[in-house]
């Protein structure tokens, strides 16, 4: 049973830092994009940044400069460092992986359960 397991979140003030985790487990053979999503409460979910497996990354407009993704392969774990945080930046952040069990299988989608980022004074 393949499962991320997010970490990091949790209540913080305006123009701080948090930085969050999702570590992979399981039967895995490789992962290809992974990626963070949150959902803020009567919103659609939404991509906050991704990242390939060679490192390339994207992010959401509101987040570009203020949060950075990276990943460590060999850890099969994605990080979400997010600094200066604002009120609009609570939510629920969602970790997201294409991951692939054997060399001869396919890719499938994997979501964690997700983490609580709260921000305010």
């Known amino acids: 049973q393949v499962q991320l397991l997010e970490s990091g979140g949790g209540l913080v003030q305006p123009g701080g830092s948090l930085r969050l985790s999702c570590a992979a487990s399981?039967?895995?053979?490789?992962?290809?994009?992974m990626g963070w999503y949150r959902q803020a409460p009567g919103k659609e979910r939404e991509l906050v940044a991704s990242?390939?497996?060679?490192?390339?990354?994207s992010y959401a407009d509101s987040v570009k400069g203020r949060f950075t993704i990276s990943r460590d392969n060999a850890k099969k774990t994605a990080y979400l460092q997010m600094n200066s945080l604002k009120a609009a930046d609570t939510a629920v952040y969602y970790c997201?992986?294409?991951?692939?069990?054997?060399?001869?299988?396919?890719?499938?989608?994997?979501w964690g359960q997700g983490t609580q980022v709260t921000v305010s004074s």
């Open positions: 997201n992986a294409f991951i692939r069990a054997s060399s001869s299988g396919t890719y499938y989608e994997k």
């Open positions: 990242i390939t497996s060679g490192g390339s990354t």
């Open positions: 399981g039967r895995i053979f490789s992962i290809n994009a």
